[in-house]
């Protein structure tokens, strides 16, 4: 079944304590992408990566780190979590401009 | 970066009738268009693609404007089950833009 798998699905941390959210897609997309949804604000493209060791900064890059080392996955770590990074946050990849494919999102709260 | 703006809403309808909802790019070189379909906090999810020529789809219809740089969605006969935020999606360089959103509920 293709699809776009994250974890954690609910997170809740202390600020100032690393985290990692993994993303992981099995269709052999070129480009994947992280957003975060916040009330009111839509959604906010973090990073984006066009393909595997190729990364370019969103909207909202500040106090967010990617990689992307293979094709399939694209893992977002916040190395030192902020309150204000509380967020659900979604993971997403396409085919080059086709239909975008999302994960479940991570309702992510730090405190 | 571009901007991809979209009717603020909410829009609250009563069952059977006609809504539309129009988004505008500012990205003229924008390759490909698209409407989203998202549930309360749930993952978004295509709800259909929108070509040059226009499309439909049961009730739904997709229209899009090159030269005014805008794209609209009307839906026709609505269901309580259209009660969702809809996103206008745009790709500019493969790279996928997204509206804030138009919060559509659907009384009966």
């Known amino acids: 079944e293709a699809q776009v798998t994250q974890n954690p699905r609910y997170l809740i941390t202390v600020t100032g304590k690393k985290l990692t959210v993994t993303c992981s897609q099995n269709?052999?997309?070129?480009?994947m992408s992280w957003y975060r949804q916040d009330p009111g604000l839509g959604l906010r493209q973090i990073y984006y990566s066009m393909n595997v060791e190729v990364t370019d900064k969103g909207d909202v890059p500040e106090g967010y780190k990617v990689s992307r080392k293979e094709k399939r996955n694209f893992p977002l770590i916040l190395e030192s979590p902020s309150p204000n990074q509380t967020s659900l946050y979604f993971c997403?990849?396409?085919?080059?401009?086709?239909?975008?494919?999302f994960g479940q999102g991570t309702r992510l709260t730090v405190v | 970066r571009k901007e991809v703006e979209q009717d603020p809403g909410p829009f609250n309808v009563p069952e059977g009738a006609t809504v539309a909802f129009n988004c505008t790019y500012s990205n003229s070189a924008s390759q490909s268009f698209f409407w989203y379909r998202q549930d309360c906090r749930k993952e978004p999810k295509l709800l259909m693609s929108v070509y040059s020529s226009g499309n439909e789809d049961g009730r739904f219809t997709a229209q899009l404007n090159r030269a005014s740089q805008y794209i609209s969605l009307l839906i026709r006969d609505s269901k309580l089950s259209d009660s969702a935020t809809y996103l206008c999606v745009v790709n500019e360089d493969y790279d996928m833009r997204f509206g804030a959103g138009t919060r559509l509920t659907v009384k009966p």
């Open positions: 997403a990849s396409s085919l080059n401009g086709a239909e975008a494919f």
């Open positions: 269709m052999n997309h070129e480009y």
